[in-house]
């Protein structure tokens, strides 16, 4: 017993030594970044809550021993955890073609912070924000069917989310012209 807690406890500082260095540099790069996009905060949140691995994903719960296994809620083949639930179930991979966004993402990058830093250099500030918010939908849509047992199809998930993302910057443009500053005078109002 004493043996096996001392194991756990020197593989935890091994892992936490191993990654400390680039993990602690590009989460403060990413996060930066990630407070200046135009995104609701909700998913900002999901993305800081990933980088930190603290999600309620299968896997995570296994660890935790709140879930006995750690199958994906919707292939049930593969292990579920963050990269998996977003991004390479087969389930979704399809939506992630349709939408055709050029971060050129891949399955090795299997940490979310690495995720999000190659996005981040491989896209536009819109795509990322177009990455994150749909990442966000889909970890919604997985939290649906395992707490809710309510299974949304991923299309509708993709629709959903765009149509919030939307909202969104319609009424940050809204708030823009309503400070006035810009918005060239009718003419003969003055
Ligand atoms: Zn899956």
Redesign the pocket.
């Known amino acids: 017993m004493v043996k096996s807690a001392y194991k756990l406890l020197s593989s935890l500082q091994r892992d936490t030594r191993s990654c400390e260095p680039s993990t602690a540099q590009e989460q403060k790069k990413m996060l930066s970044g990630l407070w200046k996009l135009q995104i609701l905060n909700k998913v900002k949140i999901f993305a800081w809550r990933a980088c930190q691995n603290g999600l309620p994903i299968k896997s995570n719960l296994k660890k935790r021993q709140v879930a006995l296994e750690d199958n994906?809620?919707?292939?049930?083949?593969?292990e579920?955890d963050i990269i998996?639930?977003i991004y390479?179930?087969?389930?979704i991979r399809q939506c992630w073609i349709d939408l055709g966004l050029g971060l050129q993402l891949e399955a090795r990058y299997i940490d979310f912070v690495e995720f999000v830093t190659i996005a981040q250099k491989n896209g536009s500030k819109e795509e990322v924000e177009k990455f994150l918010v749909i990442a966000w939908g889909f970890w919604y849509r997985s939290n649906k069917k395992m707490f809710d047992d309510s299974e949304v199809h991923p299309i509708a998930a993709v629709h959903q989310t765009l149509a919030l993302w939307s909202d969104l910057k319609q009424l940050k443009g809204i708030g823009k012209k309503s400070n006035g500053r810009w918005i060239a005078p009718l003419v003969g109002s003055l």
Do not use: D, L, M, P
């Open positions: 994906c809620v919707f292939c049930g083949t593969e579920e998996h639930a390479q179930c087969r389930t």
